[in-house]
């Protein structure tokens, strides 16, 4: 199951995704830097992480790596968690030290875990300050991306069950 809905009354993303694994192990994928490095970013593209503090007041720092070895640099700015099923943060594109740039809108991500067995649903709403800005990430292609790494994260699931 996906769904990507976009709300531009409440300025926000609400997304609903159905993966073939334990909460745990996708609680895992979502909080954990060696394996969110592995799915992430959409292909040829990756991810880097530079730090991560998975607390409540922590961060995790990170690059997209581009094909020709672009790097873009985001933050995320852990505000509450709730182990294995939620998490909240502020989301932000930043510099290679982590200070916040004001060139793409930040985000408050809130991610929800809720399984049975070996399905887990993961519902994701990303809430953005205006409309304005909620319209810039969709004409960046975010949900094209967002979808192929939600894709990597299908297939990074299963090799962990062989």
């Known amino acids: 199951m996906f769904d990507f809905k976009v709300d531009r009354k409440s300025n926000q993303i609400d997304v609903v ?3 073939a694994a334990p909460v745990s192990s996708v609680w895992a994928a979502w909080t954990q830097e060696e394996l969110l490095d592995q799915w ?11 730090s991560m503090d998975f607390r409540n007041g922590g961060t995790w720092l990170y690059s997209m790596v581009g094909p ?3 790097r873009h640099y985001s933050r995320a700015d ?3 968690i709730s182990p294995e099923e939620s998490f909240s943060a502020i989301d932000a594109f930043c510099d290679e030290q982590g200070n916040i740039t004001k ?3 930040g985000s408050k991500w809130t991610v929800k875990f809720s399984g049975s067995g070996d399905t887990t649903t993961v519902k994701i709403r990303i809430r953005h300050e205006s409309l304005e800005d909620l319209e810039k990430i ?3 292609g975010f949900k094209e991306g967002f979808t ?3 894709e990597n994260l299908d297939e990074l699931l299963l090799q962990k069950k062989d």
């Not at 992430?40 to 530079?50: C, F, G, L, V, Y």
């Open 148 to 150: 192929m790494a939600l």
């Open 40 to 50: 992430w970013a959409p292909k040829p593209w990756k991810t880097e992480t530079s």
């Open 68 to 70: 020709e070895g672009e």
């Open 103 to 105: 060139e793409f809108p």
């Open 17 to 19: 995704r159905e993966f």
């Open 138 to 140: 969709i004409a960046m």
């Open 78 to 80: 852990y505000q509450s």
